[in-house]
């Protein structure tokens, strides 16, 4: 497929990376960096499932036989565990993601965690503040881990609507004040999460070297009001396409990672799902 296309197309092709997220569970990492190749794309985001199949090594070695580069390490963090047994899941995860960082020169993905990770047997949610706070504490450990360990952090702040399950730092001035306290530490900017937030263009515009990671998609925003969830690239409001033409003008010239998750998009033939990304891309970006 990468053959079908033009020079110019090829060139933005590259910037493109696909999250492993995006793959069913049948499929495996060796499987989908083989089909992300073929399509021309420049990288993949690599997920616990693709760091618990093939040792650091192995996944250099994987993706520099495809020509693709790590975009990003999903996710370390969810620092607010009270359940002992899904802390120690947690830290086993987190000892994977940074061996495989060094291996692959990649940022890690961070998520904090939220008030509902804090509840365990009898003990209730935690206050906001409190998780907050605890979230701060943590973050500064993993800064430490990985300024001992020459690897870059990537905080990503989380759409408000997911403060109890997934993070409870939602603004991106909050993330940048947290991230401003350590060396190393960037911002991962999901478009889904993050879209709603009146600092996304000044992020883009006043800061473009503090965003590590960038994650797209597109928004299917349901009439009822409830939260928005992600779609094609080529589905919702136009707001992506302003957000794309920001990256361009302020001068970022990373990866833009497409991240949606196989079960959530209605479990889609996977090779479809890759062809229609890359077909969405490609006219989201023309005369970029």
């Not at 190749?37 to 250099?60: C, H, I, K, Y």
Request: one cysteine or more; hydrophobic letters at 45%; glycine letters at 8%.
């Amino acid at each position: 497929m990468a053959g079908l296309f033009g020079a110019s197309e090829a060139e933005r092709l590259r910037r493109l990376s696909f999250n492993f997220y995006m793959a069913p569970p049948d499929c495996s990492i060796e499987r989908f960096c083989a089909m992300a190749a073929a399509r021309g794309v420049g990288g993949v985001g690599l997920t616990a499932r693709a760091v618990e199949a093939l040792a650091p090594d192995g996944l250099a070695l994987l993706l520099r036989a495809h020509g693709l580069r790590c975009t990003s390490l999903n996710s370390t963090g969810y620092v607010l565990h009270a359940d002992p047994a899904a802390a120690a899941a947690q830290a086993r995860l987190d000892d994977l993601l940074f061996a495989a960082a060094k291996s692959l020169d990649a940022p890690i993905n961070v998520i904090l965690g939220g008030t509902l990770h804090g509840a365990y047997a009898e003990t209730p949610a935690l206050p906001l503040r409190t998780a907050r706070k605890r979230a701060a504490e943590g973050l500064a450990r993993l800064a430490s881990r990985a300024r001992e360990a020459g690897l870059r952090l990537a905080l990503e702040p989380m759409h408000p609507t997911a403060l109890g399950t997934k993070g409870c730092i939602n603004q991106i001035s909050h993330a940048r004040a947290l991230a401003a306290q350590h060396e190393g530490i960037g911002l991962t900017l999901d478009f889904h999460h993050s879209w709603w937030d009146e600092d996304i263009q000044s992020l883009v515009f006043q800061a473009p070297p503090d965003i590590l990671v960038v994650q797209i998609c597109g928004q299917s925003v349901p009439p009822d009001g409830s939260a928005a969830r992600r779609a094609e690239l080529s589905e919702g409001p136009a707001d992506l396409l302003l957000f794309l033409r920001d990256l361009d003008a302020s001068g970022y010239d990373g990866a833009i990672e497409f991240e949606v998750f196989w079960d959530q998009m209605g479990q889609p033939e996977l090779p479809w799902l890759l062809d229609r990304a890359v077909r969405d891309f490609l006219n989201l970006t023309q005369g970029l």
